[in-house]
């Protein structure tokens, strides 16, 4: 987003030359989007950003997905995909598990201890939510310490990698965009600055703190990229540690922005998920639903009509809190329901009634909704208990 930064040592004019101590050139990189007419930022490097001494193929994770077919609303309980001490091996980039995705997103889940490789997503921005632990993202814009309810967004090919904290295991929620992550178009000025009615601002945003500025030689970067089947991984190697940088200026960085600074709108009645939204991609949305006060007409039903995704798949990740309207459906902490459009769904039986009457939902949940249909990755048939649509009519016949 255009919210100017700076940071360490950059030269007084853009495009100029800047020496190091020993009377040499830094050498600049433009890391911009669409083509040199949107955001982007100058960062000064003591090695040459391009140079690669070997590539080779880079195994991903399975990315193979397979229809929703039938067509049926699913519960997926992510927290079964890692068991025991398997956590403490596993690092945020290598050991996702592709849960659900079409050509615009791709959506994991991992829990891990251990630090990931190198990393550089070359097909979009991610956004990683983090469900619970802590840890660190070092990048070439710097580092931002991350911890529980963190949203943090990661530009397309920015080099990073994610240190978990030593306490407990991250457990970290992806959405890969195949697009740039944005606040919605709504909530800025024509200049970029968010606006009053948006439902957080600027000060909110956490930046990266240094440069890092590591030394060191020879070392490998993962990059995720198009291939024959939509995405595909290099492993480069490149001379010297791209952590390299000495300052950089711009607008655009790896940035957080943690869910509790997340003012909701609420109102008389029953408020719409575009009141909940906080970014946006191409062909999907991310919203989120937070403890707030809940509708205050003497009428109201404060859990959700029921309603069919004429146009999207809405996928909601519950992280916390007491979800009012899927009490009895076996969803909880960790869970992902899948709502696939052509399907009607809303409030579990009972919670419609149950509901009247309540002031405050104390309730965590991130939703994506996508525009086009999402298939159903190898962590989806890991985890899915296969009771759930069949919850609103007391049973499959």
Not at 124 to 132: A, K, L, R, T
Not at 185 to 204: I, M, N, T, V, W
């Amino acid at each position: 987003m255009a919210h100017y930064r700076q940071l360490g040592s950059i030269p007084p004019k853009r495009h100029t030359q800047h020496r190091t101590p020993e009377g040499g050139l830094y050498y600049e990189e433009l890391m911009g989007e669409e083509g040199f007419t949107s955001d982007s930022s100058l960062l000064y490097h003591r090695g040459i950003p391009s140079a690669i001494t070997a590539a080779v193929p880079w195994e991903l994770p399975d990315q193979r997905t397979t229809p929703n077919h039938p067509l049926i609303p699913r519960h997926l309980k992510l927290h079964e995909l890692f068991q025991g001490e398997e956590w403490k091996d596993t690092d945020v980039v290598a050991g996702r598990r592709l849960l659900l995705g079409n050509g615009d997103v791709r959506i994991s889940y991992v829990v891990a201890g251990a630090p990931s490789e190198l990393y550089r997503n070359g097909l979009g921005d991610e956004c990683v939510y983090i469900e619970s632990g802590s840890g660190v993202l070092e990048t070439v814009f710097g580092s931002l310490e991350v911890g529980e309810g963190d949203y943090v967004i990661i530009p397309r090919a920015t080099t990073h990698r994610w240190v978990p904290g030593p306490d407990a295991p991250l457990r970290a929620y992806c959405i890969e965009a195949n697009s740039h992550i944005t606040p919605p178009k709504r909530y800025l000025s024509r200049f970029g600055q968010l606006l009053e009615h948006a439902p957080y601002c600027e000060r909110d945003l956490r930046g990266p703190v240094g440069p890092l500025v590591v030394e060191g030689g020879e070392v490998d970067v993962l990059v995720k990229h198009r291939g024959p089947n939509g995405v595909a991984g290099t492993r480069y190697t490149v001379p010297h540690h791209p952590f390299d940088v000495v300052g950089w200026d711009g607008c655009l960085y790896p940035y957080a922005f943690n869910i509790a600074d997340f003012e909701p709108l609420t109102g008389r009645i029953h408020q719409p998920p575009p009141a909940h939204q906080v970014f946006e991609g191409n062909n999907f949305v991310i919203c989120n639903f937070v403890p707030r006060k809940v509708d205050y007409h003497p009428l109201s039903i404060p859990v959700p009509y029921y309603h069919a995704n004429v146009d999207s798949d809405e996928v909601m990740f519950y992280c916390g809190g007491n979800y009012e309207a899927r009490k009895g459906s076996g969803i909880g902490q960790g869970s992902i329901s899948l709502h696939p459009g052509g399907h009607t769904h809303g409030p579990q039986p009972g919670a419609y009634e149950r509901s009247i009457g309540a002031e405050f939902f104390d309730e965590l949940a991130v939703m994506v909704d996508t525009f086009r249909p999402l298939e159903l990755g190898e962590g989806a048939a890991a985890s899915e208990d296969g009771n759930y649509a069949w919850t609103w009519s007391g049973g499959r016949r």
